[in-house]
């Protein structure tokens, strides 16, 4: 079974579009993640929710709207594509440890290519 | 901020050793070893959480140096599934990096027979 999910794992579309990613967890935790990984291979954070509540919102422009109905699911939205965005966009989670700040082992979905025309 | 990886890249043959290191410029409250194959998700090798804790898996182990703000990966006796980009991943104490894992820019490690 696998653990984290995500769908879809390609996405081609034009300048301008909106489109979705979702991710859903079967492994129980509490804690879930975003990660944008460009090019270069540079990983690194966008958002994490625990518990459906959003702690962690990096500077990330405000077309990227992430949305947790509940804790085994993350989704992410993002209106009006550019060019920059064009990266693979993993999911991730975990277990507890937020409120210690203590970052735990994390598991990361395949990963979705975006690739914008 | 990011950690900083050494090397970049690294070239072996199998049965070779490699070191990683990561250093940071910012108190270290834990730091994490995750390796990525080509087109695959990272996965996570393990975690050091206390200065000078030392952990292994399989031929893979790690210490972290509190002090230093440093932490370095062994890799002993590679073989060929050794191969992939492995990234450090360090976790602050507090403030801004509360809860929040950042990357270094990885290390690509390729092996050879």
Redesign the interface.
């Known amino acids: 079974d696998t653990a984290v999910s995500q769908t879809p794992k390609y996405l081609v579309t034009q300048m301008g579009n909106d489109k979705s990613i979702k991710c859903e967890q079967n492994l129980g935790h509490d804690t879930m993640y975003w990660y944008k990984q460009d090019s270069k291979k540079f990983l690194k954070i966008m958002f994490s929710y625990n518990n459906k509540e959003l702690i962690i919102n990096e500077t990330v422009p405000n077309r990227f709207s992430p949305k947790s109905p509940d804790k085994a699911h993350l989704n992410l939205h993002i209106n009006s594509l550019e060019l920059g965005d064009s990266a693979v966009y993993f999911c991730a989670s975990s277990q507890g440890g937020f409120r210690t700040g203590l970052v735990q082992p994390q598991h990361f979905g395949d990963g979705t290519r975006l690739s914008i025309l | 901020q990011q950690p900083v990886q050494s090397p970049q890249a690294v070239i072996l043959r199998e049965g070779e050793d490699a070191v990683i290191n990561c250093s940071s410029s910012k108190a270290l409250?834990?730091v994490?070893w995750?390796r990525?194959k080509h087109g695959?998700?990272?996965?996570?090798l393990m975690?050091l959480?206390k200065g000078g804790e030392q952990k292994g898996h399989e031929k893979i182990s790690a210490s972290f140096n509190e002090k230093k703000q440093q932490s370095s990966l062994y890799l002993t006796a590679s073989q060929l599934s050794y191969s992939g980009?492995y990234?450090c991943?360090t976790?602050?104490?507090?403030g801004t990096?509360?809860?929040?894992?950042?990357?270094g820019?990885?290390t690509i490690l390729t092996v050879h027979p």
């Open positions: 409250y834990s994490h995750y990525q695959e998700a990272p996965v996570f975690i959480l980009t990234f991943g976790g602050g104490a507090g990096s509360y809860g929040k894992l950042t990357f820019q990885g």
